[in-house]
Structure formats: C-alpha cells, structure tokens
C-alpha cells in the first residue's frame, strides 16, 4: 500500500510538471501556506547571554529559538548529506530523488527510500500533516514547492531546526540539545550531532532515554553516511561510535527562577529577556542557599542578593532555597516579601545623626535604661554598658544609644531618609514611631540591600535593576559622603563570625522581635550582599539569630562571589579623623532631646538663614546667626565642623562649594538646630 502511494504522488507531481509549464505555475503560487511565524519558548538570559530558564509554548513543547548562525557547520552538513543531499539545488522536490525511489519501490516490493525533502518535510510539520495518504503527500509537495518560492533555503533551513521532532514534547535542534546533552548545539561532538540527525526520522522509536539501542543504531547509520560523503574522517567516526547515547532526558535550566518569573509579568509580550544576572554566580548561591538550610528544620528559609552598588545592577537573586511546593514555601519570593529589619537599619540612623551634627564616631552615648515617653526599649541581651563611644554602641547593635539618637532626629527624618535609598517601607497602622529604628517596620531584602548599596557609593542611592540595559539612573543623596565613609568603617571594624577570614567586610546583622528573621548585610569596595533567614510565614524561629545564622552565610556568598574583597575606599578629605577628647565640646557627649531640654526653655535655633532657603554664597563665605541658646557655638555643614567654640552669634563659613547643604548649629548645653538651604 504504502509503495502504491508513493507512486501515485509521484506520478501526479511529474505529471502535473509535464502538463504545462504555466498551468504548475499558477496551480503553485495558488497555493495557501500555513503560518510561517512559529511560536519559540520564552527565554530568560543572563548578562553574558547563557540560559537562565526558558518556558514551554502554549501547547506545552520545548522549542527554543535557533539561527542558523548559531549550529555547528558540521551538523548541518551532516543533516543535509543524511536527508537531502541536493537540498541547495532542488525547487522544493527532487524529481531524481522520487524517481529513485518509485524505481526502488517498484523492484523491492516495498519503498526502500524516502524521497522526501527537507523542505517537504518542513511542510509536513508546519501543517502537522501526515505521509500515509496520496493527498497528504500530494499537499506537502505543492507546499515545499510554494515555500521554496517564497523564502530562501537558509529561512526554510531555520524552521526546520525550530520544528524537528525529537521525541515527548521536544521541537527543534536546541530543545533537542539541551534536554538531552546539557549543551548548546554549537558545543556538540560528531557523535551527538549525529543522533539529533537521525531522531527525527522517528522521533518516539528512536528516543534516546527510551529506545537507547535503537538510537545508538541509528546515529551510527548517520555516522557511516557522514564518512561517505566526506562530512567527517574515519578516525572521528570511530570515536564517535565510542560515545554512549544518553539514557535520561536533562532538565531545563531553571535558575533564578522568582526573578525569571517577575520579568517576564513585568514583559509579558517579549520573547526574549535579558538579566543582569551572573549565572556562574547565580548557580553557587543557590547551592549555598540549599545547603544554608539542610538539617535546620523542614520550614527555615533563605534568601541572598548581590549587587554591583556601583551600577546597582543585581548580580544574583535568590528567592528562597528551591522553587518549589514545600514546608518552606519555596515558591514564595523571599526578597521581595515584607519583613521586620532589625537591628540593620541602625547604620543609616547613626549617618543621618553624623550628618545633622548631633554625634560623631567618637562621641561618648549614655546605654542607660530610658523612658522615652511611654516608650521604654531594652538591649537585645538585657544589659546596659553605661556611657560608650558611638562607634563601639553600632557595633554593639545597641538599643537605647540609637533611639536616643532616632528621637533627636525625629521619625521623619529617618523615614525620609528610608526614602531617598528607594525604599517603600509600610508601618504597623500607618503611625511611624521611635520603634522605626529597632526594625519596627515593614522592608524588603532587596531594599536593605540598596540602602547599604547606597551607604557603599559614599550616600547616593542607584535603583537597583535586573534588566539589562536598565535605566541605571542616579539616584538620591541619603547621606553626606563623610557619614557614609564613617558608617562604612565602623562596620568593617566588626569581628567576622568564628571560621570565617577576617577581611574588613563592613557588615551589620539584625533579629527582629521574636526571632522571626535573621539577617546579614555587608559591602566592600564593590559589591553588596544581603541575606535574610526565617519562616516564609512569619512564625519564629527560637533561638536564630543573625550573627549566629546569617552572617556565616553572608561570609560563605561573599567568598562565591570573589577571592579577595575590594577595599573600601579611603577616608572623604572633610573627614574629622579625631580622638572624642579633640572634638568640639558639644561633640564630645550627646546628650538625648529630654536631657538637652530639662530646665532651659532658650534652645537655639537657625536665625539665618531660615529652613528652605536660598542664599547667595558671597566672597567672604555664608552669612549665618544663631538665637538663643548659650555660647559658645559650634557651626557644622553636612556634618563638617567649620566654625568651633564661637562666642558671637554671627559668624561667616567657609564653604567648599555651592549646592544645598545642612547647617548645624550646637551650643554649650549641648542642643542644636539645623536648616537645610541651597547656596548658589
């Protein structure tokens, strides 16, 4: 039957030729092709343009976009030696072709070769037609000999390798290729390339991970052919019979699976997504994150982000330790979900205080029990280590010191301050408090991580972004440059978590009540990475804490990402690098705003010029008085003394530029006041 039919079409075609010219002409260009634009998967990338993950087509088939450009010479050659060795000659049907093989079927009782093209073929798998009918046959020749006229062999080449079965649910050469060697098939040996040649001629019967032997018989027919016609030497055939065909499909790539995910919502129409993502780096923290989390409890999670804080560009994201339906939520992005800081907001509490002149590295801060209002917090360890240098309470992770500061500054300064860094934090009932500071708020990873990001770049936030060729804007200025470095060094002064180098990382870790999250966040000279641990439901975790659990995982991302860390950068020339007893006297003890206030009514306070304004710096410097308060004063600008122990009220600064400023003004009690202007 089936040589009945192959000689049938045959002869109809051969007919239809001889009948008239004109008439198969017309009878051709008549013809209405199938859609020639074929669905490929989407594609996520990485900064270098290797394979994050790709997404399967709506019908639920693996085929991934492939030029021509981009397949080994060799396995084309040797596809077009096995299947169509006058592909480049022939219109769409090789009439010497059929005619051998009508005359081959007529001898052996049977059809002994196909005759089928690479274009017919092409046209077989556009329509998704059959082969055993005379009509079916009939249409793929009239539909190869109308492709042939309407696209170039390279564009009917290319649907080819997107469309080739390979047995399940795998189209194309590179669906092929990945599933089944782990590779582009750009990397592929003659052995392999080999067996992708000879699948699709029966795509489930000479599946590898299922027909194993009737693969590898195949692919050798391939090889035998490649030899003939001069593709490949004996030598490297012999070798390639020597090749084991693989048993088992591979999966896809599925790296950075959330922030994969969150592009492609975020690019619903693009074919094709291009990350900021390492993926070298991406792969070993995930294997850090899987391992952060073994033998802890079924329901602990993790969470890391790298980023360049130069660029902002994010370097690695890890949602949670496997995407997946589990006790830990996996599927849940944990970088992205709200969660209490901490103690790591602390560091831009004590830029901003360095920054309005209420307290230096240096300055001596009393670790007393307080009430502030209603509000009386504790040390994390319930102990109290009296008067300390602020350098030593940050390191410390003090409670009382940084309230005392956070009151001084007041919650909207460090709520603005959040701000500027790009971060949208959300508080209990709306109604921000003294509490910000010790991690009363709702933040993200990947906001303390561009906040640290922006204390790293000398206090200017950068967007962090993980789209390639993103804005990269500039951001905000959080914090001075001065502050940011002292903060900065203050840190890096931390002791590193027992086991781990000590490499002046600057790094801070945070609890938040109940021990509901761990975490450690850290920068050098160029990178920043953070790292949050808990419950993905909010359930504590007794006895974690973020040094104990997070930091060590910070130390271990850190030694993936890098050998050596970057120095940080050196000390801004306005740096007051000075023992507490060489400060101005204001400087030398903070004293909280009650204290400040108890028993004076006659606080100080900017006269000129006012808050908001707009000034004109002259020859002689910027004009600037002070009322009440008491003498003498000490003026500050961005937290740089300039002018120390003045009796006069009235005074001109010396400012290194124009732009805005904050002036500071402290008196001999110990209070102060400030006005943030512009000076032109």
Known sequence: MMRTRWIIAALVVLWLGAYGRDRFDLWIDATVLPPLTVETSVEVVDRNGDLLRAYTVADGRWRLALPEDRVDARYLAMLIAYEDRRFYQHPGVDVRSLLRAVAQAVWNGRVVSGGSTLTMQVARLLEESGTGKVAGKLRQMRVALALERRLTKAQILQLYLYLAPFGGNLEGVRAASISYFGKEPSRLTPAEEALLVAIPQSPEGRRPDRAADRAEAARNRVLARAVREGVIEEDEAEAALRERVPGIRKPFPALAPHLADRARAANPLAGHLDLTIDRSLQRKLETLAADAVEGRGAELQVAIVVADHASGEILASVGSAGFQADARQGFVDMTRALRSPGSTLKPLVYALAFDEGLAHPETMLEDRPTRFGTY?????????????????????????????????????????GMEKAGMRPVFPGDQPGLAIALGGVGVTLEDMVGLYAALARGGVARPLSYMKDGTGAEGQRVVSAVAAWQVGDILAGLAPPPGSPSNRLAYKTGTSYGHRDAWAIGFDGGHVIGVWMGRADGTPVPGAFGADVAAPVLFQAFNRLKRDLDPQPPAPAATLLVSNAELPVPLQRFRSRSAAFAGAVDAPAVAFPPDGAEVELLAAGLKVRVQGGTAPFTWLADGVPLAVALRDRETMLTLPGTGFVTLSVIDAEGRSARASVRVW
């Open 376 to 416: 009386a917090p504790q040390n994390f360890d319930r102990l109290y280590r009296g008067t300390i240098r602020a350098r030593e309470a940050l390191q410390m992770s003090l409670n009382i010191p940084v309230v005392a500061l956070t009151e001084a500054l007041g919650p909207a300064k460090l709520i603005s």
